[in-house]
């Protein structure tokens, strides 16, 4: 900045501020708008519920995870069933985590091993209503 050496000088850059930080003023409030706006729980949830399903890998991820917690699930109840007993729950909970660990580890043979199978079996029934 150059020195100022005249009241008319001191008076123009006084003038140039006071612009400056009127319009710098009305930026920043609009700015502190914009942010409030974003930081809106229901704003914060339509985002991120936005980015989940325009994720090309999500529907993918979703029958993963679906696929896997059943699967753990459905082993607890068939090794468990209805029982009070601490150390049976414990050991349910343990095969559930473990079938769970390893569908989701395993998800594509899963499936493939299931369409060839569902197959086989339609193929069966087409040629015995021939």
């Given at each position: ?29 609009e700015q502190f ?98």
């Open positions: 900045m150059k020195k100022i050496t005249t009241t008319t000088e001191l008076r123009e850059t006084i003038l140039l501020l006071e612009v400056r930080q009127e319009i710098e003023g009305v930026l920043l409030k708008r914009i942010t409030y706006e974003s930081l809106k729980p229901i704003n914060l949830i339509k985002k991120t519920l936005n980015e989940l399903t325009s994720s090309p890998d999500f529907k993918g991820d979703l029958l993963k995870a679906t696929l896997s917690l059943s699967a753990g699930y459905l082993s607890k109840k068939l090794v468990v069933g209805a029982t009070d007993n601490p150390i049976k729950k414990l050991l349910g909970s343990l095969i559930q985590m473990g079938v769970t660990s390893i569908v989701s580890k395993n998800t594509d043979g899963i499936k493939s091993v299931a369409m060839n199978l569902i197959s086989h079996f339609l193929s069966k029934k087409d040629t015995s209503v021939k």
